[in-house]
């Protein structure tokens, strides 16, 4: 089994800062790309930003220069550094993990959300 553990959410003034976390636990050989995605109220889940198990990076074109992701693999966690935040960045946010197992199986695990609200 493998659990995702979210924090770092809450309620903040635009042009404001939030930092995300997602701690993974469990039966965990290694983990290939982590990512952000966050869904509106009414809208789709979309993809906020990703990182390779290499380090590269990938951003949704509306984040990019404001969100920067990272991950510190010791701790299997990473994280979601949030500047600049706009009320269009209002959602909940999840962490996604595609990782290997120890018994080598391969698994997705999506984290339980974290709220983000960003008043004007």
């Known amino acids: 089994q493998v659990q995702l553990v979210e924090s770092g959410g809450g309620w903040v003034q635009a042009g404001g800062s939030l930092r995300l976390s997602c701690a993974a636990s469990?039966?965990?050989?290694?983990?290939?790309?982590m990512s952000w995605y966050r869904q509106a109220p009414g809208k789709q889940r979309d993809l906020v930003a990703l990182?390779?198990?290499?380090?590269?990076?990938n951003y949704a074109d509306s984040v990019k220069g404001r969100f920067t992701i990272s991950r510190e693999d010791a701790k299997n966690t990473v994280y979601l550094q949030m500047n600049s935040l706009k009320p269009e960045d209002t959602a909940v946010y999840y962490c996604?993990?595609?990782?290997?197992?120890?018994?080598?199986?391969?698994?997705?695990?999506w984290g339980q959300g974290t709220q983000v609200t960003v008043s004007s």
């Open positions: 996604n993990v595609d990782l290997i197992m120890r018994d080598w199986r391969p698994r997705i695990s």
């Open positions: 990182i390779t198990i290499g380090g590269s990076t």
């Open positions: 469990g039966s965990i050989f290694r983990i290939n790309n």
